[in-house]
């Protein structure tokens, strides 16, 4: 059996290998340092890198791109500024209102802070208590649109401001104040309908169903912590009132929620479409139409009889109440919400 001859090396093969062999040598000596590789390439200083400019140069880019910002925020529509303001300001009136419900609330529960309230205010009714509620909801509003307009030139301002360290500031101008301005108008978009429409859920009922009381009263010539007094010990408790709150409170959130999702997949739900269709006052209007003949009809039975609704008559009232409130208020809210889109050019 016969065997290969290796081949013979030629003069290219051997210079090649001592090649090799001294690059073997040299690549088991000592390997110098990042900094002293650096000072061979005369680019270690201070502020300088690798991979960055000079800095005259990064200067130069920071002040193009801040005149370039400086003039997107001179020509960027005022829309911006005033719906994000206005959808800061419902968010606090709805929160305001929701407090209000909740002072409300407290003062009805107890019998002992329904007399101290009759006694610090008196004549107390709720014509006084709305007037309070409006009052504080009114200023919240106008207090919130000042602090969020003032909030948000201070942010303008401060994303076309040059500092100290010029590559922070092309970080910071990297990103225009347009996308900044946008990005906060639809953040706030959730919570300028969902607290609104809390707010309205349980501020309103509760002024209804106070009013309710103070119409007895007056009809009946007694005063209107005597009669809620009665009305406590006849129904002996607001378990209607309070499973008619938390509905609203609850579809408040729902409707918040689809609004979210909204953003995310650019559709809306279904039913978020049909809530903000017209017929929905129609709806309303003929809701309201029966609840109020039911609350007649249970209010003079108490004047004549002095006898409660019954427990299933309660819950109905308070639901149809509570219904007849909502429709509307998200038909506007939703309306609302599709002209400010309508203005952003969405």
């Not at 800061?88 to 019998?111: E, K, P, Y």
């Not at 201070?154 to 100290?164: D, H, N, Q, T």
């Not at 929620?257 to 929905?280: K, L, N, P, Q, Y």
Request: glycine residues 8%; charged residues 20%.
């Amino acid at each position: 059996m016969s065997h290969l001859n290796p081949p013979t090396k030629t003069s290219a093969d051997r210079v090649i290998d001592g090649d090799l062999a001294a690059l073997g040598d040299s690549s088991r000596q000592h390997i110098a340092g990042l900094d002293a590789s650096l000072s061979t390439m005369a680019v270690n200083t201070p502020h300088n890198s690798a991979y960055r400019d000079d800095r005259p140069g990064v200067e130069a880019r920071r002040n193009s791109l801040a005149d370039v910002r400086r003039r997107e925020l001179a020509l960027m529509p005022l829309t911006l500024s005033h719906i994000y303001a206005h959808r800061i300001a419902r968010a606090t009136a709805g929160a305001a209102a929701i407090l209000c419900a909740l002072g409300l609330l407290v003062i009805l529960d107890d019998r002992l802070m329904i007399q101290l309230t009759a006694w610090f205010i008196p004549g107390f009714a709720v014509g006084m208590y709305a007037t309070i509620s409006i009052a504080i909801v009114l200023l919240s509003y106008v207090v919130a649109t000042w602090i969020a307009e003032y909030k948000f030139a201070a942010r303008m301002r401060e994303l076309v401001s040059k500092g100290g360290d010029a590559y922070q500031d092309l970080d910071q101008l990297a990103i225009g104040p347009f996308a900044v301005a946008a990005e906060k108008v639809r953040r706030i978009d959730q919570l300028s309908l969902t607290l609104p429409l809390a707010g309205i859920a349980v501020l309103v009922p509760l002024l209804g169903f106070v009013g309710f009381i103070g119409a007895v009263a007056f009809t009946t010539r007694a005063t209107f912590s005597t009669t809620i007094e009665a009305f406590m010990n006849m129904t002996s408790d607001m378990r209607p009132v309070l499973l008619a709150l938390g509905g609203g409170i609850l579809l408040a959130i729902v409707l918040g929620r689809a609004i979210d999702r909204e953003h995310r997949r650019t559709t809306s739900a279904g039913w978020v479409r049909w809530a903000g269709h017209w017929s929905m006052l129609l709806v309303a209007l003929v809701l309201g139409i029966a609840v109020a003949i039911g609350a007649g009809y249970a209010g003079f039975r108490m004047q004549a009889y002095y006898v409660a609704p019954p427990v299933k008559t309660r819950f109905l009232l308070a639901l149809g109440g509570e219904a007849v409130i909502m429709l509307p208020a998200v038909w506007g809210l939703l309306w609302w919400r599709r002209r400010e889109r309508w203005r952003l050019g969405d």
